[in-house]
């Protein structure tokens, strides 16, 4: 993956204070050429003490303003775009509040944004007629479903029709019961729709932590009106999407696959749009290579080297029936060196395999030769079959989410996880009657990486994957000259000495180019 990580001349600091949890900014280009750049001081992740402060920038972000406070509420998640006639207008949850620039950001008009019962509000886009478009999520009660772990969410967009200060829901976007969807961000999409009204793209964080993508739906009618929600390829929270001056769609997001980050992709909405791909880690290259033999997963214990592919997880598990089968070779493997999970763990070694389930026993194999391991999931059961033969199903509770996730390799990112194995080939069906959805993946080691299309196409700008979750990646981006983007996000920065998980995060800049994500555009 083409990396900006240590790449220390593309970044700048836009604010770092120490005591001061500094979060969840965004950008825009103003009609001046400055960039303004607002975002929140808070305590910690999640605060008690919030604050929304404004930066701006002439030298195109290499250096800022002192900080502007527009308002004193508990500022939260602040979206900024660019409207008509130059006007520069920021969303905001608290109040929950609008606010107008006539001045290219250096002052603020605030009003109350009457209506607007959703929160993580999306930035506001303008509608034909003179209408302010945007979207929002909430909780539906606060009974924690166990799927999700959480109470219910629905994602819901909103029109107003007089600048803001009134709010009035038009659509309900998506709501469904084994997904988190929320924090979506709205683009418009080429051509008219029905009655000549805009077609749009919501493109939707899932917020279950199982490896499920974002979400997508399409409204035809300027959004009165939404497809069904389907997956995307990419993995990750708070997406901006929009679209370059080159006619490309570029979106970047916090990725929450197995190498978090502060990411970007940019290519066409057919791609986005054409289902999960796999995500991978492989922090050291030299920990994994393509061998006629298979693919040479070769790591030393530790946090440093370890190598695992999420792949598509089940949604629904009281529904699905999945079936995961590979072909490997284990040379060596500490207790997490080398797994499987569907369902449940099943660790990987030499001379057996061991599912992680109350009173199993390991299941002995021939050392030293290939085998072929299946594992097939209905009705709260995984069977497990070795080079053909049943050896027996192993309970799995569907309504627990930590029974969705899927994927293959290290059974741990932090230690106890040395291996050596050749992975041969690898496959996964998912069926889902009640999500109308099936879902087919098949990989042979002379394709190479298993994520090879992620690892081509996305572009990491700052790595953080030791941080927790929340420290990292909320972002938005500006196109400051043709192919020239300026990214905003926060970071946690969890291999500083005085990090402290929920408690650090720095608002950081990152400069990137259209030819930083290969040849492949």
Not at 7 to 32: K, N, Q, T
Not at 191 to 202: I, M, Q, T
Not at 282 to 301: C, D, E, K, N, Y
Not at 431 to 454: F, K, M, N, T, V
Request: hydrophobic share 35%; charged share 25%.
């Amino acid at each position: 993956m083409p990396s900006l990580d240590a790449a220390w001349e593309r970044h700048v600091v836009i604010d770092r204070r120490a005591g001061e949890y500094l979060c969840f900014p965004d950008v825009c280009l103003a009609e001046d050429g400055a960039l303004v750049c607002v975002y929140n001081e808070f305590d910690q992740h999640v605060g008690t003490r919030r604050k929304m402060l404004i930066r701006r920038s002439v030298d195109q972000g290499r250096t800022w303003s002192e900080a502007l406070a527009p308002m004193d509420e508990q500022s939260h998640c602040p979206r900024i775009s660019k409207l008509s006639r130059g006007l520069l207008c920021i969303i905001d949850d608290a109040g929950p509040s609008i606010l107008v620039s006539q001045d290219n950001g250096r002052s603020w008009r605030r009003e109350q944004a009457r209506g607007l019962e959703h929160g993580l509000l999306d930035r506001v886009r303008e509608l034909p007629g003179g209408r302010l478009f945007t979207v929002g999520h909430g909780h539906r009660g606060t009974e924690p479903w166990p799927k999700i772990r959480q109470a219910p969410t629905e994602q819901v967009a909103y029109v107003s029709q007089d600048g803001g200060c009134e709010w009035t829901p038009s659509a309900l976007i998506a709501r469904e019961p084994c997904l988190v969807l929320c924090e979506a961000s709205v683009i418009a999409l080429p051509g008219a729709g029905l009655g000549g009204e805009p077609r749009l793209l919501a493109l939707m964080r899932e917020n279950s932590f199982v490896g499920e993508p974002m979400y997508y739906s399409i409204s035809e009618d300027g959004g009165r009106t939404w497809s069904a929600h389907a997956p995307t390829a990419l993995v990750g929270h708070r997406p901006t999407l929009g679209w370059t001056r080159s006619g490309r769609l570029l979106v970047t997001y916090r990725d929450v696959g197995p190498d978090p980050g502060a990411k970007a992709w940019i290519g066409g909405v057919d791609e986005l749009c054409s289902d999960f791909a796999v995500h991978g880690l492989h922090p050291t290259r030299s920990s994994v290579a393509s061998t006629p033999q298979g693919l040479l997963v070769q790591s030393a214990a530790g946090p440093e080297e370890p190598v695992r592919f999420l792949l598509r997880p089940i949604t629904d598990a009281e529904d699905a029936h999945a079936d995961f089968e590979a072909e490997v070779l284990v040379r060596h493997a500490d207790e997490h060196g080398c797994g499987i999970r569907l369902g449940v763990w099943w660790r990987l070694y030499p001379d057996c395999i061991v599912p992680d389930a109350e009173g199993a026993g390991a299941i002995s194999w021939e050392p030293g030769r290939t085998h072929r391991v299946r594992m097939v999931y209905e009705a709260g059961a995984c069977r497990l079959f070795v080079d053909g033969e049943d050896c027996g199903a192993y309970p799995v509770d569907p309504l627990d989410g930590d029974s969705r996730p899927i994927l293959f390799g290290a059974a741990s990112r932090k230690g106890e996880n040395g291996c050596e194995a050749f992975w041969l080939s690898a496959s996964l069906d998912i069926r889902e009657p009640s999500l109308g959805r099936e879902y087919c993946w098949r990989w042979d080691h002379a394709q190479g990486l298993p994520d090879a299309w992620i690892d081509r196409r996305v572009l990491e700008l700052k790595n953080d994957r030791d941080a927790s979750f929340g420290d990292f990646g909320y972002s938005g981006w500006a196109e400051c000259a043709d192919g020239e983007f300026f990214c905003v996000h926060h970071h946690g920065g969890s291999r500083e000495p005085d990090y402290v998980p929920g408690r650090s995060a720095h608002v950081l800049g990152t400069r990137f180019f259209e030819n930083d994500f290969g040849a492949h555009l």
